[in-house]
């Protein structure tokens, strides 16, 4: 019975460290970096560097997302009201009209946001933040 207690008070102990090691009041700093808005500046596909006509990504912090075409741009449908969300630590989706985008995360500061679109294997977006 001792042994059982001492055991019962060994994981209670160490579940209450591992609480406290967990801050769970902090919201991800992913979030903050992504919200806002983002212009798109280059890509890269098959080692080769294109620039682009600069379309916009704008992530609002209520996982709100618009997608806005740049004025020279062809081909390009605006999204009016769309959705973001961070599936993991690495991949983001954005969702609008029919279109589900599914990207990973290549690098994440307060002014870049480099992306490797997964529908379009290889091709590298470097945005800028506005």
Same mark, same amino acid.
């Given at each position: 019975?001792?042994?059982? =207690?001492?055991?019962? $008070?060994?994981?209670?102990?160490? #579940?209450? *460290? ?8 902090? &919201?991800?700093?992913?979030?903050? @970096? +992504? #919200?806002?808005?983002?212009?798109? +500046?280059?890509? +890269?596909?098959?080692? @080769? ?10 992530? $609002?912090? =209520? ?9 020279? %741009?062809?081909?390009?449908?605006? #999204?009016?009201?769309? &959705?973001? #969300?961070? $599936?993991?630590?690495?991949?983001? @989706?954005?969702?609008?009209?029919? %279109? *589900? ?6 690098? $994440?500061? %307060?002014?870049?946001?480099?992306? &490797?679109?997964?529908? &379009?294997?290889?091709?590298? *977006? ?5």
């Amino acid at each position: 019975m001792k042994f059982v =207690n001492r055991w019962l $008070l060994g994981i209670s102990v160490l #579940a209450l *460290i591992v609480a406290g090691c967990v801050d769970s009041g902090n &919201e991800d700093i992913r979030y903050k @970096q +992504i #919200a806002r808005s983002w212009v798109e +500046i280059k890509a +890269i596909k098959d080692g @080769q560097t294109t620039q682009l006509p600069g379309r916009m990504h704008v992530f $609002l912090d =209520n996982m709100r997302y618009y997608r806005v075409c740049a004025v020279n %741009e062809v081909n390009c449908v605006s #999204a009016s009201d769309g &959705e973001w #969300a961070l $599936l993991n630590d690495s991949t983001l @989706q954005t969702r609008f009209n029919t %279109e *589900i985008h599914i990207y990973t995360i290549k690098k $994440l500061s %307060e002014i870049d946001f480099w992306v &490797e679109d997964r529908g &379009e294997r290889g091709t590298v *977006i470097q945005m800028k933040s506005r």
